[in-house]
């Protein structure tokens, strides 16, 4: 898709910070993404370009675990469900 090409795009460093604003950090990209192919495609695009990924919801974490310095923080903010297949 081209959602999915536009993810792969480089873009330089960001900064990003949490809910108590302290901890500040440059990560490579921020990929919001809205369904499980996107998530697929951000974790391709991370593992090709060896970068470590975190996960960001909601961003109320106050202690800099949504945040990966030089990686990429995969913004799952408009996902509102999960769901398993139980394997």
Known sequence: ?????????????????????????MVRNVIK??????????????RSKSLKVAIAGKRHSMGGQTIIPDG???DMNSMNEINFDGE
């Open 33 to 46: 993404v809205r369904n499980r192919e996107e998530i697929q495609v951000a974790l391709k695009y991370a």
């Open 1 to 25: 898709s081209n959602r999915a090409t536009a993810i792969q795009s480089e873009i330089s460093q960001v900064s990003v910070d949490d809910a108590s604003r302290l901890n500040s950090a």
């Open 72 to 74: 990429i923080v995969i």
